[in-house]
């Protein structure tokens, strides 16, 4: 177990439901993000990652449930908690009469451990003319600026929601080479929310998973990329494989059926020895492959 | 919707179908009132020579529902940034003709009709002589010029305030001559027509203009403004998270009452020095005005001071919400902006007064009455009165900054709903009161009864808001304390200037009923509720 999975999570939630009228956008979500890793949460849109995210930086309040970040409550101690967090939206909503060098002198006011150096780094990596006001920019280059006015203080964490979305894969590499220096500094923490699964699997230690407001799964990448495998039996019956526990979506090749597993292979094997059928390959599966098995699962049941 | 028409028409009219209710209340309400009100009565006059007070009263109202009317068909929804025009119109499969005209016939439609109700039921009958078809052609055009303007697909907004203030001068410069001219009602309005009809041109250019993603730029500006910008220092830091916040606010909103008296100085200017300069009397009326605007155009744009800015929605954005600043200093910075604004409007107001004292005559009877009342007496009074009017010009935009700050348009749509309904119901009031005499002295008895209850339920709110932020970690008992503190510092120092000028004016004025009335109007709970709908948008 990594040294930064024993110490007090960076942010924890707790049986957090939130309702928006009729719709639960989140239901009894329970996940801790450990110090010094990158956090991805992936869902299709709609899951409740803006939400929880919200939540987080104290933007919503919890109907029921508990959200604690740097052991703070963020909607009781705003700022204490906001004063650690670097935040960075899907909608650069910045006013856009705002020129980016008085951007950055306004936030540069609220955080003490603000680096002019730094920030002037990027800007000048990111090829950001200081007089340029926020609307004449491009949706890429607003994200640069923002990602810059979340980066400049070095925040304890940085929350990342949806931040490559709609943009270019120049500004995406940005977006993810500032992820990697946010996390070689250490003990930052980095959430990232996306539903590029192979951005977040390229940079992410820890993964959650939403499926309409429920947390489908949650923990180290490996563990549970660890868990799925892509499974190639042989059946040799002409009817379908049945249904078994752990086992998504038969396909059919010839006598050779495929399936996503989530359970222990042995256990499998005894399972479907006891049909005359024998696992002739398993491999690991991709975020991106887990995701639309869960996907496909979960409508299943939904028509179950 | 079974046609494109239908659909354009709901598209306009749908989101201000409540208001569009309540004025159609309005008109049948109004039409009512001459029927039930004795002809005594509706003939009732302020002064011999002002048109009915009854009649004038519910033209008011009438105009008020037309000017809503106006403005529905005009900003359909759209940006004014760019153009007026819904975006999502622009895609739809329906000619640009039919674009530009539906809403075009449909507001001219409603304006004409609107008027020709509110003379033929409204205004005659309440005994008001007003010309019936000649003012519905002006309306029409008006608003096609309007239309025109808001529709041109414009690069820089205020080329849009360049356009529109000559051409609509024009168009009301043009209907009022050709009213004077003694061309008869009919032909006068048949031309004012036909200026409706060449307005369908532009219109439909506009439209397609706007379709196509053209827009109508001024490139020499374009370079100008550039070549300033690289001449503009880089931006400095800031002294503290307060300092920042409060140069946001006034990059935000501060600038709006300044600019708006500058633009009301420049526009009267020309009529301050110009305007029956034989008559003294017009210049303090004049100078009644300028006083007044501050004050006016404040109560007019505090209820949207709280928003990100003045073009935005209600909602916060998240990015700015995120800011580790609390809601009480955010509020602060909000206060001290209004109070910058409030300032610098003043200021304007100030020169401005210096330009009438090149009204011939004018600063001889400045003079005179200086005298009259004595140096000392007069600069007091002076001092005093401005003093006093740049106060209320900063209550007028803090005391309504909690509105948007809640962040939720319903708080915004139910406050001014509210407000009209409260100005219509004082207006009806003050007109019974001139019609029923003893409804009035009753309601001088029960006076003291009332202010003693809204006190009462002010003090009650005030308590309810102070226990809730203190629960809440917003301010600290010291803070509150000091709430308290300057609220009753505000209300001594008013009760005592108020008591002085009472008396320099030779008005009776019970000593107590003044302490109370001040106590009920100097706000609290506004102001230390601010922080709560702060605190309602950002936690949400």
């Known amino acids: 177990m990594p040294p930064a999975f024993r110490e007090e999570p960076v942010a924890e939630v707790r049986d957090l439901t939130r309702r928006f009228g009729d719709k639960t956008a989140l239901a009894e979500v329970s996940l801790a993000v450990p110090r010094g890793v990158v956090y991805g949460l992936v869902g299709a849109n709609g899951a409740g990652k803006t939400t929880l995210i919200r939540h987080l930086l104290g933007l919503l309040k919890a109907q029921t449930g508990a959200v604690r970040v740097c052991g703070r409550v963020p909607v009781r101690e705003p700022v204490e908690v906001l004063s650690r967090v670097g935040y960075l939206s899907e909608e650069i909503d910045l006013p856009g009469w705002i020129r980016v060098d008085e951007l950055l002198a306004y936030m540069r006011a609220f955080y003490p451990t603000w680096d002019d150096a730094y920030a002037e780094d990027l800007r000048q990596q990111f090829e950001l003319d200081p007089s340029a006001k926020l609307k004449a920019l491009s949706k890429g280059q607003r994200a640069r600026a923002g990602l810059i006015a979340a980066l400049a203080y070095r925040p304890e964490l940085l929350v990342l929601d949806e931040p490559s979305s709609g943009l270019d894969p120049i500004v995406r590499r940005d977006i993810l080479g500032a992820i990697v220096r946010t996390i070689a500094d250490e003990g930052r923490t980095v959430i990232f929310s996306s539903h590029l699964l192979d951005e977040v699997e390229r940079v992410s230690e820890c993964v959650a998973m939403l499926k309409e407001g429920r947390l489908v799964f949650a923990g180290p990448l490996d563990d549970v990329k660890a868990r799925y495998r892509r499974l190639t039996v042989r059946w040799e019956a002409t009817e379908r494989p049945p249904a078994l526990a752990g086992v998504l979506g038969w396909r059919a090749s010839g006598r050779e059926w495929t399936a996503v597993a989530c359970t222990s292979t042995e256990e499998l094997a005894i399972r479907l020895s006891a049909y005359g059928a024998e696992i002739l390959e398993q491999r690991p599966l991709s975020l991106d492959e887990i995701f639309l098995a869960q996907s496909a699962r979960e409508a299943q049941s939904a028509e179950a | ?540």
């Open chain 2, 1 to 540: 919707m079974r046609s494109p028409v239908q659909a354009l028409l709901w598209q306009v009219v749908a989101r201000h179908r409540w208001w569009f209710a309540l004025g159609g209340v309005y008109l049948v309400v109004a039409a009512i009132v001459p029927q039930v009100l004795s002809p005594q009565t509706l003939a009732l006059r302020v002064n011999d020579i002002s048109p009915p007070a009854v009649g004038q009263y519910l033209a008011a109202g009438c105009a008020g529902v037309l000017l809503h009317w106006m403005l529905v068909f005009v900003a359909g929804g759209g940006e004014l940034e760019r153009s007026a025009l819904f975006k999502r119109s622009l895609v739809l499969p329906v000619t640009s003709q039919r674009l530009a005209l539906v809403p075009m016939l449909a507001g001219a439609a409603a304006l004409a009709a609107g008027w020709c109700y509110s003379v033929l039921a409204v205004m005659r009958p309440a005994g008001l002589t007003v010309p019936l078809a000649w003012p519905a052609a002006a309306l029409a055009l008006f608003l096609a010029v309007l239309q025109v303007v808001s529709w041109l697909p414009l690069a820089r907004p205020w080329l849009r305030i360049v356009l529109a203030v000559p051409l609509l001068c024009l168009t009301v410069a043009a209907a009022l001559l050709l009213a004077l001219s003694g061309l008869g009602e009919g032909l006068t309005a048949g031309i004012l027509a036909a200026g409706w009809l060449a307005m369908l041109w532009p219109a439909e250019r506009a439209v397609a203009l706007a379709r196509r993603g053209d827009t109508i730029d001024w490139p020499g500006w374009q370079r100008l403004a550039e070549r300033v910008a690289r001449l503009r220092p880089r931006a400095r830091p800031f002294r503290s998270p307060d300092a920042a916040q409060l140069w946001l606010e006034w990059r935000a909103h501060g600038w709006l009452l300044p600019v708006a008296i500058a633009a009301l100085v420049v526009m009267m200017g020309g009529l301050f020095l110009l305007a029956d300069r034989e008559k003294i009397e017009l210049g303090w009326r004049f100078l009644h005005l300028l006083l007044v605007m501050p004050v006016l155009i404040a109560s007019t744009l505090g209820a949207n001071l709280g928003k990100q800015d003045f073009s935005s929605g209600y909602e916060l954005s998240p990015l700015l919400a995120a800011r580790p600043i609390s809601s009480a200093r955010w509020v602060a910075a909000k206060l001290w902006m209004c109070a910058a604004s409030a300032a610098a409007a003043w200021l304007l107001v100030l020169a401005a007064t210096l330009l009438l004292l090149f009204r011939p005559g004018f600063q001889q009877s400045v003079l005179q009455a200086i005298e009259t009342a004595g140096p000392v007496r007069s600069t007091a009074l002076a001092l005093a009165a401005v003093g006093g009017l740049i106060v209320l010009t900063w209550v007028q935009m803090a005391s309504s900054l909690w509105v948007s700050l809640t962040g939720r348009a319903w708080v915004a749509n139910g406050f001014a709903f509210v407000l009209v309904i409260g100005i219509l119901s004082a207006c009806t009031l003050a007109v019974a009161f001139v019609l029923y005499p003893d409804a009035k002295q009753s309601l001088v008895a029960a006076l003291p009864w009332l202010i003693g209850l809204l006190l009462a339920v002010k003090a009650l709110v005030a308590a309810v808001i102070l226990r809730e932020l203190l629960a809440r970690g917003r301010i600290r008992a010291a803070d509150a304390l000091r709430l308290i503190a300057v609220w009753l510092a505000a209300l001594v120092a008013s009760w005592l200037i108020g008591q002085r000028l009472a008396a320099e004016l030779g008005l009776a004025v019970a000593s107590g009923q003044l302490l109370a009335g001040l106590a009920l109007v100097i706000p609290f709970s506004r102001l230390a509720g601010a922080i709560l709908a702060l605190d309602w948008n950002r936690h949400r």
